[in-house]
């Protein structure tokens, strides 16, 4: 199935264009979840990601029809939020924060995860990759471990948001 889907890169300049895309695939993939206020501020994420001048994002289409995407942009140097959880940082240490991955229910499964995540990861020359996963997704950690991240702390970085496992993973992947 994943071999028909076509991945297309998109900028902080589209982010008029794709906007409303990212929000009808979080509505569809949080559906059962809508009710929690911290997922009521997806629109917000997507502003503040998308706003970033580095913004990138991948989106897959079967034929026309949205089955999922991936975003971030790079972290500025010395604000990286992961820094807190290693001594020593390592010496190189640009990121690309990884921010956020969404399938549509239909397409999980078949690989259209990983391609999303390595066609974004592919797009920069930052040295490492950062992301958050929710501690009470054991298996989205692990499916993320499998692409070579591994778990340096825990973070809640909003008080209404969960506690987030801090990932890492060097660059370019394996």
Known sequence: MTSALKLRHYSHDDLPEIRQTLLDVHDDVYKAEMEEEFNQRFPWFVDHWGGHPEFSCVIAYDNNEVVGFAYGAPGREGREWWREHLDPV?????????????????????????????????????????????????????????????????????PDSPVFAVMLVGLPLP
């Open 90 to 158: 390592p010496e190189k240490s640009r990121t690309f924060h990884f921010s956020e991955l969404m399938v549509r229910e239909r397409w999980r499964k078949t690989g259209t995860s990983e391609r999303l995540h390595r066609a974004l990861m592919g797009a920069g020359d930052a040295d490492l990759a950062a992301l958050l996963v929710d501690v009470t997704h054991p298996k989205v950690q692990a499916l993320y471990e499998s692409w070579g991240y591994r778990k340096v702390g825990e973070d809640q970085p909003f």
